[in-house]
């Protein structure tokens, strides 16, 4: 069975830095891209990024609202992958999805499977 | 940067059909999917690829994608299916988008 777990959510301050991780089990997180999407509460799904399977180069997108702030990495040999969250802001505040992502075909993915969620709370 | 337009909610009646649209330039060209949210849950994939449909998914769920729409179609619809619904696509400049959801309700 594919399952994903994140960890590492919490209260943190704004300006300060979060990592979180995706555990993956129930296939080889090397065959796949891995992404991230997150949900303000009570708000809609907002895709934050991903990474490329080492294949095509481990190679990362992300979203304007966090380019520059968040990185994604992964471990294959762990089966984990990460999301440092730099420079944290109120409005990051949200449940983080970590998915399992299909593709490319042609050059789109898409998530095909989901973990539970972790909340992250930026508040002074 | 690239977005997806979806109405913030649809009504229908049980047994009845339910059509959900997503409007996006040149949609077509793209792949939609589309995702299943109940409260507390985290969202399940219900189509891929436009038409496809994953294993486990009843056969009342299809999807369609045509010029700029993508439509999900749920045919004898159940009280189950009352959710938050989805749409995602792939943009070559944007990278994954999702639209705002639409909150579907059995009435």
């Known amino acids: 069975e594919v399952q994903l777990g994140e960890s590492g959510g919490g209260l943190v301050q704004p300006g300060r830095s979060l990592r979180l991780s995706c555990t993956a089990s129930g296939f080889s997180l090397g065959d796949y891209a891995v992404g991230w999407v997150r949900q303000a509460p009570g708000k809609g799904l907002e895709w934050v990024g991903f990474i490329r399977s080492l294949v095509y180069g481990g190679t990362t997108e992300y979203a304007a609202s966090v380019r520059g702030r968040f990185i994604i990495s992964r471990d294959d040999s762990k089966s984990i992958a990460y999301l440092q969250m730099n420079s944290l802001r109120t409005e990051d505040t949200a449940v983080y999805y970590c998915?399992?992502?299909?593709?490319?075909?042609?050059?789109?993915?898409?998530?095909?499977?989901w973990g539970q969620g972790a909340l992250v709370t930026v508040s002074s | 940067s690239y977005e997806l337009t979806q109405p913030p909610s649809v009504s229908v009646s049980p047994g009845q059909t339910a059509n959900i649209t997503c409007s996006g330039d040149?949609?077509?060209?793209?792949?939609a999917s589309w995702y299943q949210q109940k409260p507390g849950q985290s969202p399940i994939l219900v189509i891929y690829?436009?038409?496809m449909r994953p294993s486990g998914i009843p056969e009342r769920f299809s999807g369609s994608n045509s010029g700029n729409t993508a439509t999900l179609t749920i045919s004898g619809t159940q009280a189950m299916d009352e959710a938050d619904y989805y749409c995602?696509?792939?943009?070559?400049?944007?990278?994954?988008?999702f639209g705002g959801g639409t909150k579907l309700t059995v009435l």
């Open positions: 998915t399992r992502d299909r593709g490319p075909i042609l050059t789109a993915y898409y998530p095909d499977n």
């Open positions: 995602h696509a792939w943009d070559n400049s944007t990278a994954g988008v």
């Open positions: 040149d949609l077509e060209d793209k792949f």
């Open positions: 690829q436009d038409t």
